[in-house]
């Protein structure tokens, strides 16, 4: 039944909102400035996507700004938390992909390890990888084959990995980060992924570059 508890109910619910109009109008003006534009819809979803490719190649090429050159990087898509939309992106629309504080990580994993951590990324039916990875996986989530580079993973060599902090710990089930040897953490605000995918996009801007994002076969379903 509708009464007058519904009219003071919208009372308050007009109140809460006038009381909170100026605080929005500030977090709109920071959030609204363009960093760059994308030339599609950039959506995230397993074995592979746009967005969830393209997140652990930004932390690829991020790499230059740590005197890093990764081998390959891993973006857990559980952390991917909103897509992008096609043409203009707005501070804002990089927080809602990557609100948390995770920053960039750089580690480095035995090729043995390498091959556990495919194996736990194909038992989660895909995670972001970067484009120097081709990995084939089972209908049941088996790891089939995988490549670095064009190449098998070598058991005998090391492997260099741009990823985010959480997974450095071995978070998301990909436990053979754990393993992980000469780990760098870097702790400042620009070394948050956020920060790190806006430099990319801005990066992408001043070259008059709209960010292109594709699936490209990193992760095949064996059929």
């Known amino acids: 039944m509708i009464d007058s508890r519904f009219d003071a109910a919208v009372a308050a619910n007009s109140d809460a909102t006038t009381f909170m109009a100026p605080f929005k109008a500030q977090v709109d ?30 932390m690829v090429w991020a790499g230059q700004y740590y005197d890093e050159r990764p081998d390959f990087g891993v973006y857990n898509i559980g952390g991917i938390r909103a897509a992008l939309p096609a043409g203009d992106v707005t501070i804002g629309d990089v927080v809602d992909v990557a609100p948390f504080e995770n920053r960039i990580a750089f580690l480095t994993l035995t090729g043995e390890k390498v091959t556990e951590l495919m194996q736990q990324i194909a038992a989660r039916g895909g995670e972001g990888l970067s484009r120097e990875v081709r990995m084939v996986i089972t209908a049941d989530n088996k790891l089939r084959s995988v490549t ?42 620009k070394d948050l992924t956020r920060e790190l995918i806006m430099r990319y996009f801005r990066e992408m801007q001043a070259q008059g570059k709209v960010v292109e994002a594709v699936t490209d076969g990193r992760i095949t379903i064996e059929q």
């Open 29 to 58: 003006e920071q959030m609204s400035p363009v960093v760059g534009r994308t030339a599609d819809y950039f959506d995230v979803y397993r074995p592979e996507s746009p967005l969830s490719n393209l997140l652990p190649d930004i």
């Open 148 to 189: 670095i580079k064009g190449e098998p993973i070598d058991p005998g060599r090391s492997y260099r990995i741009a990823t985010i902090d959480y997974l450095s710990h071995g978070n998301d089930k990909m436990t053979a980060f754990k393993a992980g040897t000469d780990i760098k953490l870097p702790e400042e605000q």
